[in-house]
C-alpha cells in the first residue's frame, strides 16, 4: 500500500494534551488581551464575585486556599458565560499577627518579608487560572490601602462610636497582645492555643454593642450559610427579661443594684445575690470586718482570664456582710462576691436562684444559703424537695410565690414584671451577649490608630489631609509583655502636633486589630485605582453589596460579623446606600489529607505548584472540586488526580476526533441535553462534585464503542467544562475555529423534550415489601400504573383482592395495601 493510501486512512494522531505548555500559553493570552479585565463602568449585569482574601503569613499558599478560591472562580466564571460581568477581585490581608508571628519564627522583619510572601502568592494565584482582575488588588500593607482603614476609624470616632476605656481584656503572653472576645476559643488563643490571662488596660473599642438589634434582625434577610447565620444569632445573643432593683439594707440611700434576669417568674426564690467582683459597689458595701477576704479574693480573681472564668466549675466566693432587700418578698438576702459572675455580662450582678439554676444551686449548696422552689412541674408541689436545680420548669406552675401562685411561667413573668414596674423596682428590658469590640493592639505589624493626645485638648483625630499615619521601619519590632507597643520605644516616631493647639503631642502607639483592616476591603476594590476616595459612590452603588461572597466559616463571629457592623455605620453616615454588604455568603468546606486536618506539624500540608507540575492546573482544579461536596470538604489523596487527568485527556482527544462529516448519535445527544441540564442546575448549588461525576459520565457515552464522534456531541462539553478546567477548554474553543474566548460564548442550553427520559423504573411495593419494577411513562397515572402491576403475575400473586389503600408517588413508588 502506497504511503498516500495509508495516510488517507489514518489520520495523523493528534498532539498530546501537555497541561504546562497550554496553561502557560492562555494565562500569557490573558494578560495580554486582557481578557480578565472587568468593565466597572460599562459593564452590564453586574456581578461581583468575591473571595476571602488570604493571610500571606507563609512562604506560600496549600492546597487548602485553593479549595476556597477555585470554587468561588468556577462560580465567577459560570456566571460570566451566562452573560453576567463579572468582578472577581483578590487581594492579601498582609497586616497583622500572623504575618507578624511568621517574621518574627524565620528571623526576618515583616517590612522585607511580606512583599516576599505577596509576590509568591500572586504567581501561585495566577497559576491556578483564577479570573481575577490583577488591575484591583489591594495590599492592607500599602499606605495606600491603610490610609483609608485610618479614614474609617476616625469616621466612627467622629460619630461617638470609637472610644478608649479602662477595661479587662483577653491576653495572650504568647503573642503578647489583647484579644477581642471572639478570638479566645474555650480560654486559649485562636492563633496559638496559649492560655488566656486577664489583664486592665487602656484601650480602644467600637460600640458594636449599640448595633446589636439590627445586626440580629437584619439576619432573617441574609441569604447566607445556615451555619453562619446560627453562629451570630447566637454569638449576637438576644436575651428578653427584666431590669430588677434590690435595694441596700445597709445603706438604704444608696442607689439600688440592678439585676438582669430572664426569668423574673422565680424572683420569690432569690435568696441572696452574687456580684463580680469588679462590681463598683462592692468598695461601698463591703463591711470592715470582710474586707481582708474580699479584697483577697479580688486580687486573685484578677489573676484569672474571662473566659475561664465563664467555664470553671468549681465554686468560690466571698460575703460581703452587706444585704440586698428582694424587691418581692421584702428579705434581706446576703450580697456576695463570685468569679462566676462578670462585668461585662448583664450588669454585673445577678440575683440567685438556686432552686431553679445549676450554678447556683451548686453556690447554695457549698456555702449552705437557702434554696426555694418557686416553680412546680406537673406532678410536683411547692414542697416536694430539690435534689438538684430544677431548670427545666418553663410548662409550670409559680409556687410559693404569694398572690402568683398558680400561674404559668409566661403569665407570671408578665405580671411579676408589671407588679414591680408598678413599685418603682423592675421593668421589661431586651439584653445582648454582644460587647464591644476591642480593636486595640500592642504590636507593630498594623496600621497606627490616627489619635494624637496633647494635654490641654485631649485626643484628637490626625487631620485626613494628614493620612496616612506611617507606620514607620523600626528595627526593634518584636512585642514584649509589659502591654506597651513597640511603636511606644521610638520618641521621634510618636512626638507630634496637636492638630488642635499646635502644641507637642503624642501620637497613640497601639496599632488596630487587622480585622479592622478586613472589614471594608470588599468596598475598596472597585475603586483600588483611586487616591483620592476610599470608594467611589457611583462604582459602589452599581457594584455594591457584593453578589456572592465565599469563604471560611471560622471568620462566621469575627469578619462577617464586623463588616456587617462597619457597613451599617457608613450606611448611617450617608457614605453608602445599604446596610448589608452580602448579599448571599457560602461558607467552604474543610480539605483534610488521609483522615486529619492539614498541618504543618503533622506534617501534612500539601503544597500545590508539586501537584500543578506533575498533573496541571486544570485536572488540580478539577479534582479540589471533585473530592467532595464543596460546602463540606473531603479528603485529598494524590492518587485520586489520575481519575480528573484520565478526563481531560479523554476530552482532548474527543475534540481532536471530532468530525463534522457525520450525523450526532441521538442517545448522546439526549445525554448531553441532560448533561447541560445537569451541569447548569449543579453549579450554582455549589454542587461542583455531581456537576464533575455528570460530565464525566457523558464522556463515556460519547466515547462508547468505535463510533466517531461528532464536533456537536463535544463542542458544548467544552462549554460545561471551562469553570472548571479553562485552560484546556480555550485551547479546545481554539481548535474549534473560534476567535473570542471561550467565556464569551455563552452557556448551552437544552432541549426539554430531550432531557426527559422515555421511561422510568417504578419501584412496586405490597405493603410496604417491594416486589417489583416497572418500565412505565414518566408522567404515567396512577390507575395506569395498578393497571400494568395488577397484570404482571409477580406482583399479582400477592394481591388476592383489591388493594385497600393505594400509595402512588409519580415515577417513583406504587404501594398496594392488602
Not at 410559693?400 to 404559668?408: E, H, T, V
Not at 514607620?472 to 488642635?500: K, N, Q, T, V
Not at 472597585?526 to 453578589?547: E, G, M, N, Q
Not at 402512588?808 to 404501594?815: A, K
Request: hydrophobic share 40%; proline share 6%; glycine share 8%.
Amino acid at each position: 500500500m502506497s504511503g498516500d493510501a495509508a495516510s488517507s486512512q489514518h489520520p495523523p494522531a493528534p498532539p498530546a494534551y501537555d497541561p504546562a505548555a497550554i496553561e502557560t500559553k492562555w494565562q500569557q493570552i490573558w494578560r495580554d488581551q486582557g481578557t480578565n479585565h472587568t468593565d466597572l463602568k460599562g459593564g452590564k449585569n453586574p456581578f461581583y464575585a468575591l473571595m476571602m482574601f488570604p493571610y500571606p503569613s507563609a512562604e506560600g499558599l496549600h492546597v487548602g486556599n485553593l479549595f476556597a478560591f477555585t470554587g468561588n472562580d468556577i462560580y465567577g466564571r459560570f456566571h460570566r458565560l451566562r452573560g453576567h460581568t463579572v468582578f472577581e477581585p483578590l487581594g492579601y490581608d498582609a497586616f497583622g499577627i500572623h504575618s507578624e508571628n511568621y517574621a518574627i519564627k524565620v528571623g526576618e522583619h515583616p517590612m522585607r518579608l511580606i512583599p516576599r510572601n505577596i509576590a509568591n502568592f500572586r504567581r501561585q494565584l495566577e497559576r491556578a487560572g483564577l479570573m481575577v482582575d490583577w488591575r484591583y488588588a489591594v495590599d492592607t500593607t500599602d499606605p495606600s490601602y491603610y490610609k483609608w482603614t485610618q479614614w474609617v476609624f476616625i469616621q466612627l470616632l467622629k460619630k461617638g462610636l470609637a472610644y478608649k476605656k479602662k477595661a479587662a481584656v483577653n491576653w495572650c503572653p504568647s503573642c503578647k497582645t489583647v484579644l477581642a472576645n471572639e478570638q479566645v476559643v474555650a480560654g486559649e488563643c485562636e492563633r496559638c492555643a496559649t492560655r488566656v490571662e486577664q489583664r486592665q488596660l487602656e484601650q480602644w473599642f467600637f460600640r458594636i454593642s449599640e448595633y446589636a438589634p439590627r445586626l440580629l434582625a437584619n439576619l432573617e434577610k441574609l441569604d447566607w450559610s445556615h451555619t453562619t447565620l446560627t453562629a451570630q444569632r447566637n454569638w449576637i445573643g438576644k436575651s428578653e427579661g427584666a431590669e430588677l432593683r434590690f435595694g441596700i439594707r445597709e445603706a438604704p440611700a444608696a442607689e439600688p443594684i440592678t439585676v438582669f434576669t430572664t426569668r423574673p417568674d422565680t424572683i420569690f426564690g432569690a435568696t441572696y445575690m452574687v456580684l463580680a467582683p469588679e462590681h463598683p459597689i462592692v468598695d461601698v458595701i463591703t463591711l470592715p470586718e470582710h474586707r481582708g477576704a474580699v479584697d483577697a479574693y479580688r486580687e486573685r480573681t484578677a489573676s484569672q482570664d474571662v473566659v475561664a472564668r465563664k467555664v470553671n466549675k468549681d465554686k468560690t466566693g466571698v460575703f460581703t456582710g452587706a444585704h440586698a432587700v428582694n424587691p418581692a418578698t421584702g428579705q434581706a438576702i446576703p450580697i456576695w462576691i463570685a468569679d462566676y459572675v462578670l462585668m461585662e455580662y448583664g450588669t454585673g450582678a445577678i440575683m440567685a436562684v438556686p432552686g431553679h439554676d445549676e450554678r447556683d444551686f451548686a453556690f447554695a449548696t457549698t456555702f449552705s444559703l437557702p434554696i426555694v422552689r418557686v416553680v412546680a412541674a406537673a406532678g410536683e408541689t411547692a414542697q416536694t424537695p430539690l435534689i438538684e436545680a430544677c431548670h427545666q420548669d418553663r410548662d409550670g406552675r409559680l409556687v410559693n410565690s404569694a398572690q402568683f401562685d398558680g400561674l404559668s411561667v409566661a403569665d407570671g413573668m408578665r405580671e411579676i414584671v408589671a407588679w414591680l414596674a408598678g413599685k418603682g423596682a423592675g421593668k421589661a428590658v431586651v439584653n445582648y451577649r454582644l460587647h464591644d469590640w476591642c480593636i486595640s493592639r500592642q504590636r507593630y505589624w498594623g496600621p497606627p490608630i490616627p489619635v494624637i493626645y496633647c494635654d490641654a485638648c485631649g485626643p484628637q483625630a490626625v487631620p485626613e489631609k494628614d493620612l496616612p499615619v506611617i507606620l514607620p521601619d523600626i528595627s526593634d519590632f518584636r512585642p514584649d509583655d509589659s502591654g506597651i507597643s513597640p511603636l511606644a520605644r521610638h520618641e521621634s516616631w510618636y512626638h507630634a502636633p496637636c492638630p488642635a493647639c499646635g502644641k507637642q503631642g503624642r501620637r497613640e502607639t497601639d496599632v488596630s486589630d487587622t480585622f479592622l483592616d478586613s472589614g471594608w476591603y470588599f468596598l475598596r476594590y472597585p475603586s483600588a485605582d483611586r487616591s483620592d476616595v476610599p470608594f467611589d459612590p457611583a462604582l459602589t452603588k452599581k457594584w455594591l453589596p457584593v453578589t456572592s461572597y465565599i469563604g471560611g466559616n471560622e471568620h462566621a463571629v469575627l469578619h462577617l460579623l464586623y463588616s456587617r457592623f462597619l457597613t451599617m455605620v457608613l450606611h448611617d453616615l450617608g457614605l453608602v446606600d445599604f446596610e448589608e454588604p452580602f448579599a448571599k455568603f457560602r461558607a467552604h468546606g474543610l480539605i483534610i489529607k488521609e483522615g486529619a486536618k492539614m498541618s504543618k506539624t503533622k506534617g501534612n500540608v500539601v503544597v500545590p505548584d508539586r501537584l500543578i507540575d506533575e498533573w496541571g492546573a486544570d485536572a488540580f482544579r478539577t479534582y479540589l472540586m471533585f473530592l467532595g461536596p464543596y460546602e463540606e470538604g473531603g479528603d485529598f489523596r494524590d492518587q485520586g488526580m489520575s481519575g480528573v487527568r484520565r478526563f481531560l485527556d479523554r476530552l482532548w482527544l474527543a475534540a481532536h476526533d471530532a468530525s463534522t462529516d457525520g450525523k450526532p448519535d441521538p442517545i448522546v445527544i439526549r445525554k448531553l441535553h441532560q448533561t447541560i441540564r445537569k451541569v447548569t442546575e449543579d453549579i450554582p448549588a455549589l454542587s461542583y462534585n455531581t456537576a464533575i461525576a455528570a460530565m464525566m459520565e457523558y464522556m463515556n457515552t460519547l466515547r462508547k464503542g468505535e463510533r466517531a464522534v461528532q464536533r456537536a456531541e463535544v463542542e458544548p462539553l467544552v462549554q460545561l467544562v471551562s469553570p472548571f478546567a479553562p485552560h484546556i477548554a480555550e485551547e479546545l474553543w481554539s481548535l474549534f475555529g473560534h476567535s473570542e474566548s471561550v467565556f464569551d460564548a455563552g452557556w448551552p442550553s437544552w432541549d426539554a423534550a430531550l432531557v426527559r427520559e422515555d421511561t422510568v423504573q417504578l419501584a412496586v411495593q405490597v405493603n410496604g415489601k417491594l416486589r417489583g419494577t416497572l418500565a412505565v411513562s414518566p408522567d404515567v397515572s396512577q390507575d395506569d400504573a395498578l393497571t400494568l402491576a395488577l397484570a404482571e403475575p409477580s406482583i399479582a400473586k400477592f394481591v388476592t383482592e383489591g388493594p385497600r389503600k393505594v400509595v402512588f408517588v409519580r415515577g417513583r413508588l406504587l404501594n398496594l395495601v392488602v
